[in-house]
């Protein structure tokens, strides 16, 4: 049995949680509606404020696929009632972020400014001119945005320069030594 598959997702107040025919899950909450269309082999069920997947037997797929369902109904529930975010930091000299509306200019060492536009639900905040705050509802958005902007200029190990998230260490190189 799958360990995270068989936990049921609670449902906070305020979360209004619907299964329509061909397993499509519809979420709304205070953040907004997320709606997904889930595997056609799963079953979803909601009992007494709980939504329960089972999966009807264990062929690997299905195996596979049982935790995988349960996770993206739980990223549902947890986006419309609290939001998902990503911090991102831009170091080096130079280097630098500006917003406009929803676009987001940044200067980051090639001959042109590399101007990215906000996608639907995603909103960039700026924290002075090296942090920027990926915000929105869908986890996977989300996380594809600040991957896409890490993507302009991803760290270097030498002197650490580039776009990384918050939390991540770069592993730092020496470089050269002088011949004797």
Do not use: W
Request: aromatic residues 4%.
């Amino acid at each position: 049995m799958s360990r995270i598959g068989k936990l049921p997702v609670a449902i906070p107040a305020g979360v209004e949680v619907k299964v329509e025919e061909g397993n499509l899950v519809t979420v709304k909450g205070p953040k907004g509606t997320l709606q997904r269309k889930m595997a056609d082999d799963m079953n979803i069920a909601i009992e007494d404020n709980h939504v329960v997947v089972t999966r009807p037997s264990d062929l690997k797929r299905h195996k596979a696929l049982h935790g995988l369902t349960r996770t993206l109904i739980f990223n549902m529930v947890e986006g419309v009632t609290k939001g998902y975010e990503k911090v991102l930091e831009i170091n080096g000299v130079g280097y630098r972020a500006a917003k406009s509306g929803k676009k987001l200019t940044l200067t980051l060492g090639y001959s042109h400014p590399v101007e990215m536009i906000d996608p639907d639900g995603i909103e960039t905040v700026l924290d002075g001119q090296t942090k920027i705050t990926v915000k929105g509802i869908d986890k996977e958005k989300v996380g594809q945005f600040a991957a896409e902007i890490r993507t302009k200029r991803p760290p270097e190990p030498y002197k650490g320069k580039g776009i990384k998230y918050a939390d991540e260490h770069i592993r730092r190189k020496v470089g050269k030594t002088g011949k004797k």
